[in-house]
T-cell receptor
């Protein structure tokens, strides 16, 4: 099976812009989770989607949002970008139930100038 | 709050030798799961090993094994016969039911010397 894919791999944006990142899960996986990785804060959970519904949300401002489509592909959007949003954004997929193992994509490196 | 602590920011091991990475966690849950993930320079997070808290037997995957001490809330990773390809950041992670998301430690950077 193909692994989790994320597009684009790299993005450069300026402050105030918005950005959309995409994640395609492993075939058959219905849950997609998003994580932000920075040198200072480490890996932090953003949100999780299952069957097109947000099932779980981390402690991030409302500028961070996401959605999931009927084919389980997911997008996350960050509006009004700030310098501190520069990070590696990782997507992980799982079958969907607890305690399924999460498998990660290669990440999208976002740089905000 | 559940927390995961990796007290060794960096470790080094000679090729073919054995190294142990430490991880402790804090939880009041009884049903949870623990993971070790590896993140090489390519940044792809790769699952190394998984341990169910209800299982007394330590998980093993080829050269990778864990020492799970539930009472001490300790979950260390042992890498035997270290290879150059083992060089990476290693993250300990915790998963429990009511949240369903992984909680990660800060990571340990492992270097392997030829």
């Amino acid at each position: 099976k193909a692994g989790v894919t994320q597009t684009p791999r790299y993005l450069i944006k300026t402050r105030g812009q918005q950005v959309t990142l995409s994640c395609s899960p492993i075939s058959g996986h219905r849950s997609v989770s998003w994580y932000q990785q920075t040198p200072g804060q480490g890996l932090q959970f953003l949100f999780e989607y299952f069957s097109e519904t947000q099932r779980n949300k981390g402690n991030f401002p409302g500028r961070f949002s996401g959605r999931q489509f009927s084919n389980s592909r997911s997008e996350m959007n960050v509006s009004t970008l700030e310098l501190g949003d520069s990070a590696l954004y990782l997507c992980a997929s799982s079958l969907g139930g607890f305690p399924d193992t999460q498998y990660f994509g290669p990440g999208t490196r976002l740089t905000v100038l | 709050a559940q927390t995961v602590t990796q007290s060794q920011p960096e470790m080094s091991v000679q090729e073919a030798e054995t190294v142990t990475l430490s991880c402790t966690y804090d939880t009041s849950e009884s049903d949870y799961y623990l993971f070790w993930y590896k993140q090489p320079p390519s940044r792809q997070m790769i699952l190394v090993i998984r341990q169910e808290a209800y299982k007394q037997q330590n998980a093993t995957e080829n050269r990778f094994s864990v020492n799970f001490q539930k009472a001490a809330k300790s979950f260390s990773l042992k890498i035997s016969d270290s290879q150059l390809g083992d060089a990476a950041m290693y993250f300990c992670a915790y998963l429990y039911g009511s949240q369903g998301n992984l909680i990660f430690g800060k990571g340990t950077k492992l270097s392997v010397k030829p």
